[in-house]
């Protein structure tokens, strides 16, 4: 990949990470519905939301004022978009697809709402799409994209973003944490211990995006 084409690519992902969540974006609350559909199947309020779908009544009342979303997927303010303050458009891209595509969100999910291993698994994640946009800044992320023009860097960063949410819930499973205020903490010890070495299998492995 060209230096230009570098350029782009990460101007594209700020513009992504600096667009804010809108309530009125029927795509944007249709991706927080769907976070909140796959983990909530059986959930008794899901057949009703999805009838008014179509409506601004969905967007305002059912997710905003009744909270539903807040209590099920792990966000942490009274509305979920000023948690998206971070990360934007991006942050729920990366949510949405990795919680709809990644078999292993299943897991990820049931461990971040589990008595002895809960956590914000929405705020989380948002944070997680924060910290790999801090990782592709690094020297070592220009050099692998230079050695491969065909790359396409937002697919990169969506497979960074699922391997370290899935490493990240490892590690805080594994370590048996219970306390909610060490979440900011073990995140910061595994982007500093495991992340690099992710990224080093990925180069390994030759993987094509």
């Excluded at 000023?82 to 934007?88: A, H, I, N, Q, V």
């Excluded at 992320?141 to 490493?167: R, S």
Aim: hydrophobic share 40%; net charge positive; proline share 1%.
């Amino acid at each position: 990949m060209k230096s230009n084409q570098i350029t782009k690519y990460k101007k594209d992902l700020t513009l992504l990470y600096e667009e804010k969540i809108d309530k009125n974006n029927r795509q944007h609350m249709k991706m927080l519905f769907d976070i909140w559909a796959r983990f909530n199947k059986n959930d008794p309020n899901i057949n009703n939301i999805d009838k008014k779908w179509g409506k601004l009544y969905y967007f305002k009342i059912i997710i905003l004022h009744q909270f539903i979303i807040i209590e099920k997927i792990g966000f942490q303010g009274k509305d979920p978009l000023t948690d998206f303050r971070g990360s934007g458009l991006l942050g729920l891209k990366h949510l949405w697809n990795f919680s709809i595509h990644d078999k292993r969100a299943e897991k990820v999910f049931r461990v971040a709402t589990g008595e002895k291993t809960w956590y914000y698994y929405a705020a989380t994640g948002i944070n997680i799409s924060g910290k790999v946009i801090q990782f592709i800044e690094e020297k070592d992320c220009d050099k692998y994209f230079y050695d491969n023009k065909d790359i396409n860097l937002y697919n990169f960063t969506q497979y960074l973003y699922n391997e370290f949410f899935v490493g990240f819930n490892n590690m805080w499973e594994e370590k048996r944490i219970n306390n909610i205020m060490l979440v900011n903490s073990s995140l910061e010890e595994f982007m500093e211990n495991r992340a690099k070495h992710i990224f080093q299998s990925l180069i390994q492995m030759r993987k094509v995006f």
